[in-house]
């Protein structure tokens, strides 16, 4: 337990915060480059040597990772330290075919959970606190990113996880929950159980931390009316260690990157050059303390800006704006990576054409996936029965690919509209960006 209000850090003067990620992207690359063969190939590839990185002006040399990358060293492929030093592994929301393992040692741990430290410590958390987590746990990083945090407080943890909200609400009650951890789809759905209850006078939060997916302003200020609290945003994936690269602060105008552990760069997601401060592009990350799985250059495909802007805070470190998109197609629904890719292919097994829509709605503040799938002549001559038939047979494959459920609409062909440039295949309801 400590003090993760690190002023000496977090405040730290910009020359500073240079220097030491000057050190340590150094040594991180020489630690890659040693111990990671795959990322030798694409440095040799590229004619860079570690010796040509001597500060992170010279960070542009390095070759990108992308998902891509990670999915052909799957699963040790990009693994810097032995597998015997390692003591945890977590994975992205994405399914079979897409997930993503990462490594972590105990240090990896320790900085991992020192950072959600500091976004707990941010939204106004201390060791008096109780914190109620209903991120999921196990493999996805929210709950156990969190937890760690809260316990590094030493704040009393609620390690609930997601769902059953008639227990979420009366521990909430019972125990006096003071701040409330969860995507901020279910801190929503959560707010309005409790007001439609008449429980509002009963709880005692003040703060929440709500982050994994896409929210508006708007939706913050509802959650926060209802819940008489703070709604903190908080920014991470799997693939940098999980939530808490970075993180809100009383200002609410941006999450501060914990940039004494992680680079940002902002880069043209089709030139892949660097773009300047306050032009929006694709998040970028280098990772420079990590033992286990530091990547170097990882694109996001998350799109923001990135704002040196002083802060009321008095913290220093760059702030970035929400995600204000994708570069890649890829939608999370209820809090699960879902790529359009993944519903082809279940579609084309099935003998369907590939002429198919994917809507995605908001209903009662949880995510809803329908998919409308056009018949072939010959499905359509089938019986009203043989169709349902079909549907719930496409309902059960798409769960199995996707995880989560999703409504299907078979329709009759030539409905769905044809378009004369791209394919306009997914409609997002959601305004979420
Ligand atoms: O979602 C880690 C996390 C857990 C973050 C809990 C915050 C709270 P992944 O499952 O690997 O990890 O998904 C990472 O989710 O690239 C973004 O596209 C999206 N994402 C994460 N946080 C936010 C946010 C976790 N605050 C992907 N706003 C990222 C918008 C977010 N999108």
Redesign the pocket.
């Known amino acids: 337990m400590g003090n993760y209000y690190q002023p000496e850090i977090e405040c730290a003067s910009r020359e500073q915060i240079r220097a030491w990620q000057d050190e340590r992207l150094v040594k991180q690359v020489r630690h890659v480059y040693e111990n990671v063969p795959y990322y030798r190939a694409l440095m040799e590839k590229k004619g860079v040597t570690p010796e040509d990185i001597r500060s992170v002006d010279d960070l542009h040399k390095l070759p990108f990772l992308t998902k891509a990358d990670l999915r052909d060293a799957y699963p040790y492929g990009l693994l810097a330290k032995p597998l015997s030093d390692c003591v945890r592994i977590q994975s992205?929301?994405g399914t079979t075919g897409r997930r993503v393992v990462a490594f972590y040692t105990q240090h990896d741990l320790d900085l991992w959970e020192e950072c959600c430290a500091r976004a707990l410590v941010a939204a106004g958390g201390t060791k008096d606190d109780v914190v109620q987590v209903c991120?999921g746990y196990g493999l996805?990083?929210?709950g156990p990113?969190l937890n760690g945090g809260s316990h590094k407080l030493g704040s009393l943890t609620l390690p609930m996880s997601s769902g059953n909200t008639d227990r979420q609400i009366q521990f909430m009650c019972d125990l006096g929950s003071t701040i409330l951890c969860c995507t901020p789809s279910y801190a929503a759905y959560l707010a309005e159980s409790i007001c439609e209850r008449g429980l509002r006078d009963q709880i005692r939060l003040k703060a929440g931390i709500f982050?994994?997916?896409?929210?508006s302003e708007e939706m913050r200020q509802d959650i926060q009316d209802k819940l008489g609290i703070k709604a903190y945003?908080?920014?991470?994936?799997?693939?940098i260690s999980?939530?808490g690269v970075s993180f809100e602060c009383s200002a609410q105008t941006g999450m501060h990157i914990n940039e004494d552990h992680f680079i940002a760069e902002i880069i043209d997601p089709e030139t892949g050059e660097v773009l300047p401060d306050g032009e929006k592009g694709e998040l970028v990350f280098t990772s420079i303390t990590k033992e286990a799985f530091p990547l170097l250059r990882y694109r996001?495909?998350?799109i923001c800006i990135l704002s040196h802007e002083k802060c009321s805070c008095g913290r220093t470190h760059v702030k970035m704006t929400?995600?204000m998109g994708?570069s890649d197609d890829m939608l999370?629904v209820k809090g699960v990576?879902v790529f359009p890719s993944q519903i082809e292919t279940v579609l084309l097994n099935k003998g369907y054409p590939a002429n198919y829509q994917i809507i995605v709605t908001r209903v009662n503040n949880s995510d809803q996936l329908d998919v409308e799938v056009e018949m072939t002549p010959e499905m359509f001559s089938d019986t009203v029965k043989d169709i349902s038939n079909r549907e719930k047979e496409l309902v059960e494959a798409l769960k199995s690919m996707l995880g989560i459920y999703a409504h299907v609409k078979l329709v009759s062909p030539k409905t769905i509209a044809r378009s004369e440039g791209k394919a306009v295949r997914i409609i997002d309801k959601r305004k979420l960006y």
Do not use: M, Q, V
């Not at 982050?211 to 929210?215: C, K, M, P, Q, V």
């Not at 945003?233 to 693939?239: F, S």
């Open positions: 992205t929301s991120y996805f990083t929210g990113g982050g994994a997916e896409a929210w945003d908080i920014y991470g994936l799997t693939e999980g939530p996001t495909r998350d929400k995600p994708r999370i990576n």
